[in-house]
């Protein structure tokens, strides 16, 4: 059984900074995407920001130049540095991690909540 456990989240004040980690634990192999999406009340799931095996990584435009994406391989982690945070920011972080073993896997994280205070 795969789990992945968040944390990180909290209520932080504009122009202030967070940072984000999904560590994924269980029976997972051969990783190859691991992501961030959010979702506001009454909005859709958004992807915030991914990163594959090799490193590239690809961001939202919302969030360029303030967030950050990285993963630690051997821990199976991925991290999201949050800075410069803006009230619409303010959403519920899910972490996405996908591969392949002996078939394609696709899990996400409980959750956590990011609030940003004006």
């Known amino acids: 059984q795969v789990q992945l456990v968040e944390s990180g989240g909290g209520l932080v004040q504009a122009g202030g900074s967070l940072r984000l980690s999904c560590a994924a634990s269980g029976s997972i192999f051969n990783i190859n995407a691991m992501g961030w999406y959010r979702q506001a009340p009454g909005k859709q799931r958004e992807l915030v920001a991914a990163?594959?095996?090799?490193?590239?990584?690809n961001y939202a435009d919302s969030v360029k130049g303030r967030f950050t994406i990285s993963r630690d391989n051997a821990k199976n982690t991925v991290y999201l540095q949050m800075n410069s945070l803006k009230p619409e920011d303010t959403a519920v972080y899910y972490c996405?991690?996908?591969?392949?073993?002996?078939?394609?896997?696709?899990?996400w994280g409980q959750g956590t909540q990011v609030t940003v205070s004006s």
């Open positions: 996405n991690v996908q591969g392949r073993s002996t078939y394609a896997y696709d899990y």
């Open positions: 990163i594959i095996s090799s490193g590239n990584a």
